[in-house]
């Protein structure tokens, strides 16, 4: 991509048909990436350990009952909750499509012993398995995906875990979504960061596609070395309430309820995001519906 390119680029928000996500999975991004994971200095890629224990605390003892469980974590970067999880005696699987956060997770799991296995796979195409007792995604990740894969994922989910069994899902307000899309653009610098180990200026500029609900985040990457420029698209589904409690039913969900927070606390709400929990009936519920 070049200046003119950039100059003559579409602005106009209702003819924006794309739906991005920065690849992950390339290698170098991954790996930069996995630094920002692990970051103590702010809540981006991850959470800081502090609140990661709190959230992890809350799974346990509210959503698991302090029971021992298998557990699936869709979308498990670098496995900061999986492995904390399996410390009180769940056993975790993870699947990720970063390569640098799989292989992070899974060395992690092999020095402390944990009952984890990680997998580097997209979650749209993985095998989930069967017989999970909690299926989890947390930190919004549910929303960048289109909506037909949203749905899949909620149908994968569906039957990976046994009767009786829960989804959990963390996710953003509409309202959260819809204010990411209206950001002002801005511009930033970096000696090194996550778009590139080189020097480089990052132009950014959000849009609203206010009849998709889809906030569209561009960043284009001027490096000090590279003529080209590099344009990276990130977009954000919003969802109200309501449509979240159709998507869950239709993938077969019951009993879905609402929590301001992983901690339960509207004290502890973070950027917007709230959480949902439903169940997949027991053999003995599915029988007293027909």
Request: proline share 4%; glycine share 4%; charged share 25%.
């Amino acid at each position: 991509m070049n200046i003119q390119q950039i100059i003559n680029r579409n602005m106009d928000p209702s003819l924006m048909k794309e739906h991005g996500k920065i690849p992950w999975d390339d290698p170098q991004i991954s790996r930069r990436m996995l630094r920002e994971h692990l970051s103590q200095r702010y809540d981006a890629a991850s959470r800081r350990t502090k609140l990661i224990k709190k959230h992890v605390d809350w799974i346990h003892h509210f959503v698991l009952a302090d029971q021992p469980s298998k557990i699936l974590d869709l979308g498990c970067g670098p496995g900061l909750y999986s492995s904390r999880l399996a410390e009180f005696g769940h056993e975790c699987e993870g699947i990720d499509f970063s390569p640098a956060s799989i292989e992070y997770a899974s060395t992690k799991a092999i020095q402390k012993k944990l009952a984890c296995v990680y997998r580097h796979e997209d979650i749209r195409t993985a095998n989930y398995g069967v017989d999970f007792d909690l299926v989890m995604f947390v930190f919004s990740e549910f929303n960048t995906f289109e909506p037909e894969d949203a749905c899949l994922i909620l149908a994968k989910s569906f039957q990976a875990l046994k009767p009786g069994g829960k989804i959990l899902l963390e996710v953003p307000s509409f309202d959260a979504v819809e204010q990411l899309g209206n950001q002002p653009s801005v511009w930033y610098s970096e000696k090194n960061g996550l778009f590139s180990d080189e020097p480089y200026l990052c132009l950014t500029e959000s849009f609203w596609n206010e009849e998709d609900a889809i906030a569209i985040e561009r960043y284009y990457v001027i490096e000090e070395t590279n003529k080209d420029i590099n344009l990276y698209i990130n977009c954000t589904q919003a969802y109200e309430e309501s449509q979240f409690i159709s998507l869950m039913k239709s993938a077969g969900f019951r009993d879905i309820d609402f929590y301001p927070s992983l901690t339960g606390s509207q004290n502890q709400q973070l950027d917007g995001m709230f959480v949902i929990i439903a169940s997949k009936s027991t053999a003995e519920e599915r029988r007293c519906s027909i």
